[in-house]
């Protein structure tokens, strides 16, 4: 039996020897000590850290559609459903994503027609996404650097389990915060 | 290393320390189309709608999606017709902790500021939050592996 005396990655989570300057399974730096560990009274930074994104989940917002789908469908589910964001997932492999943003920067006012434009022609490509015990600071991340507002959150088969939401991350967040 | 924890750092910053200059605005008597126009050349998700300094209303990306497109309404008619109207707002001066609670429980992407006067002077957007939230973790956050569950094959190269 392997004796847990060693340093944990916060990264991967892999058992390190004492000493070491970085993970042997991810490299990452463990020569870095303070900001790993959040302060105990700190229920934001808990929460960040150790909280899976899974515990976020309704599965509520989950609309998924085909490439081949027309932009006029995906606006009436949006209007009935009142949803702003759909993943495209063609033969059970997630393609892309399609929001309210890209249905007005790229077809609003341009098309007349759009039962005709597909949601393939304007979807966002190939997503990032999240898996469900990814903490949640990590798809804060994704959110600010790619400036996204929606993730999807797929499991290691690649079946989709939700969309976090922006909203989602700030509602739970300021929850938080007020205990 | 900082002292405060990021529960306090979050209730004592003021809005007017993370705001994005950019704000993207128009008067009510714009049309549709010319909203749309505003809206794709900014690239912006929201247009705040002020007339005289003082907000009006805010229109945005959900309602091109369900109140025009999917209604196919003609794109001449005015923006204060479908804009949302008298919006909640926020001053510079209130906390971000105010903001996100506002914009979790309300549920916005966009919150106009405005001064003392009621003068419109900013926009706050959820993306400036989330940048804020994720800068408190440089060190954590950005060396963490492209997937999650990524493992190594072995525990060393070659």
């Known amino acids: 039996m392997p004796i847990s005396k060693g340093v944990k990655c916060p990264s991967c989570g892999c058992d390190n020897i004492l000493g070491m ?10 020569m870095h000590t303070g900001v790993l560990i959040p302060r105990r009274d700190d229920r934001v930074q808990n929460v960040m850290m150790n909280k899976p994104v899974s515990d976020l989940l309704t599965g509520k917002d989950l609309l998924v559609a085909s490439p081949t789908d027309s932009i006029a469908k995906v606006v009436e589910i949006f209007q009935k459903e009142k949803k702003n964001c759909v993943l495209v997932y063609d033969n059970h492999r997630l393609v892309g994503i399609l929001s309210n943003r890209d ?10 027609d759009l039962s005709k434009v597909s949601v393939e022609s304007i979807m966002t490509r190939n997503p990032e996404y999240v898996r ?4 949640l600071a990590f798809v804060v991340n994704k959110m600010a650097m790619g400036g996204f507002r929606q993730v ?3 499991d290691s088969s690649g079946k989709p389990l939700s969309i976090i939401t922006i909203k989602d991350v700030m509602s739970h967040l300021s929850k938080t915060k007020n205990g | 290393m900082a002292t ?3 529960e306090t750092r979050i209730k004592e910053k003021k809005i007017a320390e993370v705001i994005n200059p950019k704000l993207v605005r128009a008067e009510s008597t714009i049309t ?12 912006s ?16 990306e959900v309602d091109v999606t369900r109140k025009i497109l999917a209604n196919r309404v003609k794109l001449d008619l005015r923006i204060s017709e479908f804009m949302t109207k008298n919006p909640s707002v926020l001053s510079p001066q209130d906390t971000v902790g105010h903001a996100m609670e506002l914009m979790g429980d309300k549920r916005f992407y966009h919150i106009p500021l405005v001064n003392q006067e009621n003068d419109l002077c900013g926009v706050l957007s959820v993306r400036t939050l989330i940048r804020f939230m994720a800068e408190f973790y440089p060190t954590e956050v950005f060396n963490l592996p492209p997937n999650s569950d990524q493992v190594m094959e072995s525990q060393e190269g070659g």
């Open chain 1, 132 to 135: 469900p015990d990814a903490p």
């Open chain 1, 21 to 30: 300057d970085r993970c042997a399974q991810c490299l990452h730096s463990l």
């Open chain 2, 45 to 60: 998700g929201y247009i705040v709608v002020a007339d005289a300094n003082k907000v009006v209303g805010i229109f945005t």
């Open chain 1, 152 to 154: 999807p959150v797929i």
């Open chain 2, 32 to 43: 549709l189309r010319q909203a749309l126009d505003i809206m794709q050349k900014n690239k």
């Open chain 1, 103 to 112: 249905i007005l920067l790229k077809v609003a006012g341009y098309k007349t």
């Open chain 2, 4 to 6: 405060k924890s990021v």
